[in-house]
T-cell receptor, first 113, second 113 residues
Framework: AQTVTQSQPEMSVQEAETVTLSCTYD???????LFWYKQPPSRQMILVIR??????QNATENRFSVNFQKAAKSFSLKISDSQLGDTAMYFC??????????FGGGTRLMVKP | SQTIHQWPATLVQPVGSPLSLECTVE??????LYWYRQAAGRGLQLLFY??????ISSEVPQNLSASRPQDRQFILSSKKLLLSDSGFYLC????????????FGEGSWLTVV
């Protein structure tokens, strides 16, 4: 069974600054993906970034990047130049060969003007 | 491109009434389909998934059922709603059988009164 843990229930950051959200996971799979999803007040789950476990290079999507440490089973999300629209719940998730997502408990991020 | 839609977006139903939430995917064939539930302030729980027409797997025994009458249609139902069925329901899809990204619909907010 997979587990995903987000140890930061809430975080805040000043607009234009950088923030890092933490995530650790545990899996016995060799082939898996890791994801960060954003859930704004509209509640829709929006894919922010994904990382294939077999790739050593950290994924980057514009202002969003990850620090993937496979041996440590750590998968943190860095948001650079934070914007007010980044205010949301952020969920870390992993899937496996059956393509079932396991979610962490979420981190509520508040970007302050 | 692929899109996913679910409806209704908001629903208020009395205890004991039936439920039907519908989800359709466009732009792909033979997708994996999923129903997730999110209780207030919490993470997502997988309820059902389907790898093909008429093939439904349940992750959590409960008052709900799912059906897949067509390749790209997934329906979440209940014959008699309970107060504990209240929550935010999300339909999702992925490319079949591969470890891959899961994409979510807009969600349906159900309040049982």
């Amino acid at each position: 069974a997979q587990t995903v843990t987000q140890s930061q229930p809430e975080m805040s950051v000043q607009e234009a600054e950088t923030v890092t959200l933490s995530c650790t996971y545990d899996t016995s799979e060799n082939n898996y993906y890791l994801f960060w999803y954003k859930q704004p007040p509209s509640r829709q789950m929006i894919l922010v970034i994904r990382q294939e476990a077999y790739k050593q290079q950290n994924a980057t999507e514009n202002r969003f990047s990850v620090n993937f440490q496979k041996a440590a089973k750590s998968f943190s999300l860095k948001i650079s130049d934070s914007q007010l629209g980044d205010t949301a719940m952020y969920f870390c998730a992993s899937n496996n060969a059956g393509n079932m997502l396991t979610f962490g408990g979420g981190t509520r991020l508040m970007v302050k003007p | 491109s692929q899109t996913i839609h679910q409806w209704p977006a908001t629903l208020v139903q009395p205890v004991g009434s039936p439920l039907s939430l519908e989800c359709t995917v466009e732009g792909t064939s033979n997708p994996n389909l999923y129903w997730y539930r999110q209780a207030a302030g919490r993470g997502l729980q997988l309820l059902f998934y389907s790898v093909g027409i008429g093939q439904i797997s349940s992750e959590v025994p409960q008052n709900l059922s799912a059906s897949r009458p067509q390749d790209r249609q997934f329906i979440l139902s209940s014959k008699k709603l309970l107060l504990s069925d209240s929550g935010f329901y999300l339909c999702a899809w992925s490319v079949s059988r591969e470890v891959n990204t899961i994409y979510f619909g807009e969600g349906s907010w159900l309040t049982v009164v």
